[in-house]
């Protein structure tokens, strides 16, 4: 594949630096030639791949007539879609995880006192 094949291409990795495991998403948009240099007859290879650690998902979008273009773009939209709002969800769900784990810190910690209160009192019996 020549650079100039090159149409579009991203590779990101998914998780914060300092975050064990290799996440990544890759786009790729290439040029094809079947029939030789002849700019007609140019094809196209679209494909996403995702990964999170050992898991891969491989898509590969077609574009090779008017019915696939448009379902190409469909695809794309409603993964758009769906990720947003699972996004969304997730903020809404991460912050009340956020809550309760603070909210079993502090039981945690009224325990321990509880405990230590206790402890103090059957030594000063």
């Not at 094809?43 to 791949?49: A, M, N, P, Q, S």
């Not at 077609?62 to 769906?82: F, M, Q, T």
Request: glycine fraction near 6%.
């Amino acid at each position: 594949m020549k650079k100039t094949d090159v149409i579009f291409e991203r590779k990101e990795f998914l998780n914060l630096a300092g975050h064990n495991g290799m996440a990544n998403i890759v786009a790729n948009i290439v040029k094809s030639n079947y029939g030789g240099n002849d700019d007609d007859y140019r094809g196209i290879d679209c494909k996403l791949d995702f990964a999170d650690c050992s898991k891969v998902v491989n898509m590969e979008i077609g574009l090779d007539d008017e019915y696939s273009r448009e379902n190409a773009i469909h695809k794309v939209d409603v993964l758009l879609d769906v990720l947003t709002e699972f996004r969304e969800a997730l903020v809404k769900e991460a912050k009340y995880q956020s809550r309760l784990e603070k909210k079993r810190a502090k039981k945690e910690a009224e325990k321990k006192e509880k405990e230590k209160e206790k402890q103090d009192n059957e030594k000063g019996r």
